[in-house]
């Protein structure tokens, strides 16, 4: 079932061109990875699909409904939830009152129902100690705590923008393993804005290519990497 697509999807900022006539769709239990080159548009596409800026053209759908023109806090109440590239923690908040804040503010829960929630998510995710301030945190415990933060939203969709960077090799992979599950157990469509492409390899059961703001390939990894296009503008030459 197609949860989240797009169709003609633009934006421009004056003269410049960040997303142009991009159309995807993302299906339930579905792990996309969404690649390209530095300034391709990969965070400006997530940007509009999740509502923080609006496209200048173009369609978006949740479950055929036209979100097309709906802010951002409605998107999270439909339930479209992200992460960002850098995590900023409130750092007034603990561990479990960071993740919370997904709860009170995206799904409007009470701060007793979004700490039960939260701290079931945290123990999901291999959180413990939740009293602790987010300084004391790990960098993958950062990233686990984003990722609770996004979850607590209850998301039928979820965007990890650049969740693997700063990881080693093991919290790399043990993250993949998380995110895998949270599509399995979960059901959601999530997608994935990577750089390593060991990880998309890994992860992902398809992938879109974007380069200066425009689907220049879609398909499975093996098939996307051995584009010449795609080789020529994102990999450099070698898949």
Known sequence: MTTLKTEGLTKRFQGLVAVNDVSFSMAAGEILGIIGPNGAGKTTFIHLVSGIILPTSGRVEFKGQDITWMPAHRRARLGIARTYQL?????????????????????????????????????????????RETSRLTILEVKKMEIARALANEPEVLFLDEVM???????????????????????????????????????????????????????????????????????????
Do not use: W
């Open 165 to 239: 960077a700063g990881l080693n090799s093991d919290e790399t992979k043990h993250l993949i393993g998380v995110v895998k599950s949270i599509a399995k157990e979960r059901g959601m469509a999530v997608g994935v804005v990577e750089h390593v492409m060991g990880v998309i390899r890994e992860l992902t059961q398809r992938v879109i290519v974007l380069e200066a703001g425009e689907l220049i390939a879609e398909g499975p990894y093996e098939q996307v990497s051995k584009n010449p296009r795609v080789i020529e503008a994102y990999l450099g030459g070698a898949a």
């Open 87 to 131: 995590i900023h923690p409130l750092e007034n908040l603990n561990l479990i009152e960071n993740v919370m804040i997904g709860g009170v503010f995206a799904r409007g829960l009470s701060l007793s129902a979004a700490r039960r929630r939260s701290a079931e998510l945290c123990a999901a995710l291999g959180l413990e100690d939740l009293e």
